[in-house]
């Protein structure tokens, strides 16, 4: 990829993806950084509804888990125990909020919320040594979600490294002793994989990378609520939305995935085109989500919009077809309790903060401070006890 190009990305990737889509008279356009997009919104449709698109297994999980069987059953599996924990997540709630006291740095900030509520189902209480205690420092240091930042991804890579072995160590206790019913997600990877085609390292490095897949959209799309809602209501308060609201349209401005991305499996015909197999070819939800044909004001930050059922576009704030977030459904609802929590009896203000993207894996905001103030200080300041 050019410099000229890096930079760009680097200072507002998603500009520059619309100056790409701007500058591109087909409706299928070359990306510099490898692969194509479909940037016309009725094409990006029609792909995502072609069953040749999805066939294979997905790229997300790679040669770490290519079949698409043992993918399909883990991703149902750790849906289920998340659904399952929502009742646990929502009690975690109130005092992970009041930890974050009258003033908190974000995104961080909301990295270490979700994790405080998941970390339960992410490694259950009992288990022993130094694991859970990595899993928290990889989720306070860059892990979870990966910093724009090279200096601090050196560091995460440091404790990556660390948790990896840990992980592992785990999994080949936990191979010895095994539990029945799944406790928390390595029990979960543990049964979609059997030990004879699985080793210990690559089982963890596959609950890392779920660990990851949890965190990294949770705490991004809570971060971009906050902020999106806050920057449009300066001293607003209480908000005049419903959090639901809030939450679908923070997904729509700003969807966290960066891209939607098949390596084809086979040879399939786009707009007159055919792409080969082997070719990378995604769909950006933010292309979609900011068409002026499908969508009312694409570039107002508009909760209100939820409200009617028109003026609505295409919206895959999680993918679309078999190859779509298995928890996506789980995502908004941990996504709306913890935004329910952050404004209950509380006026929430923003400094800093900006509506450009950092550069990561998806789209996370740049750091802010939120200021939240409790109309009951005394209670909520000690998570109601």
Same mark, same amino acid.
């Given at each position: 990829m050019r410099l000229?190009?890096?930079?760009?990305?680097?200072?507002?990737?998603?500009?520059?993806? @619309?100056?790409?889509?701007?500058?591109?008279?087909?409706?299928v356009m070359r990306l510099p950084w490898g692969g194509w997009c479909v940037r016309d919104t009725e094409l990006a449709q029609t792909l995502l509804r072609d069953p040749e698109y999805h066939t294979g297994g997905s790229v997300f999980f790679g040669e770490l888990l290519p079949a698409r069987g043992a993918q399909v059953e883990l991703g149902r599996a750790v849906r289920g125990l998340l659904r399952a924990d929502v009742p646990r997540?929502?009690?975690?709630?109130? @005092?992970?909020?009041?930890?974050?006291? %009258?003033?908190?740095? +974000?995104?961080? =900030?909301?990295?270490?919320?979700?994790?405080?509520?998941?970390?339960?189902?992410?490694?259950?209480?009992?288990?022993?040594? =130094?694991?859970? @205690?990595?899993?928290?420092?990889?989720?306070?240091?860059?892990?979870?979600? &990966?910093?724009?930042?090279?200096?601090?991804?050196?560091?995460?890579?440091?404790?990556?490294?660390?948790?990896? %072995? !840990?992980l592992a160590e785990e999994a080949h206790r936990r &191979?010895?002793?095994?539990?029945?019913?799944?406790?928390?997600?390595?029990?979960?990877?543990? =049964?979609?994989c059997p030990e004879a085609e699985m080793s210990d390292r690559a089982v963890a490095e596959l609950q890392l990378m779920m660990f990851r897949a949890i965190m990294a959209p949770v705490s991004a799309a809570l971060a971009w609520s906050v902020l999106l809602a806050c920057l449009h209501l300066r001293g607003a308060a209480p908000w005049p939305w419903p959090v639901d609201h809030v939450v679908r349209e923070a997904l729509r401005h700003r969807p966290v995935p960066w891209m939607l991305g098949r390596t084809l499996p086979h040879t399939v015909e786009l707009g007159g085109t055919a792409f080969p197999a082997g070719e990378l070819?995604?769909?950006?939800?933010?292309?979609l989500?900011?068409?002026?044909?499908? +969508?009312?004001?694409?570039?107002?930050?508009?909760?209100?919009? +939820? !409200?009617?059922?028109?003026?609505?576009?295409?919206?895959?704030?999680?993918?679309?077809?078999?190859?779509?977030?298995?928890?996506?459904?789980? =995502?908004?609802?941990?996504?709306?309790e913890s935004l329910t929590a952050l404004t209950g009896h509380a006026h929430l203000a923003v400094t800093g903060g900006d509506t450009r993207a950092a550069m990561s894996e998806g789209n996370?905001?740049?750091?802010?401070?939120?200021?939240? %103030?409790?109309d009951h200080p005394s209670a909520h300041d000690t998570g109601g006890r």
């Open positions: 000229g190009y890096r930079i760009r990305l680097r200072q507002d990737p998603l500009a520059c993806v @619309e100056e790409l889509s701007r500058d591109s008279a087909e409706g997540y929502r009690a975690a709630l109130p @005092e992970a909020v009041a930890a974050l006291g %009258t003033a908190s740095r +974000w995104p961080d =900030a909301g990295t270490r919320l979700v994790h405080r509520c998941l970390a339960d189902v992410l490694l259950h209480p009992g288990t022993p040594g =130094a694991a859970r @205690e990595l899993l928290r420092q990889a989720a306070h240091q860059g892990v979870a979600v &990966r910093s724009p930042h090279v200096g601090r991804r050196a560091r995460a890579e440091l404790v990556r490294a660390r948790l990896v %072995t !840990a &191979r010895r002793q095994p539990a029945g019913e799944p406790r928390d997600m390595l029990d979960a990877v543990l =049964a979609t070819l995604s769909v950006c939800p933010y292309l989500h900011h068409d002026a044909r499908h +969508w009312d004001s694409p570039y107002a930050f508009r909760p209100e919009r +939820w !409200a009617g059922s028109g003026g609505h576009g295409p919206y895959v704030p999680f993918g679309t077809g078999p190859f779509s977030c298995a928890g996506a459904a789980v =995502a908004h609802t941990l996504l709306t996370v905001p740049r750091p802010f401070v939120l200021h939240r %103030t409790t």
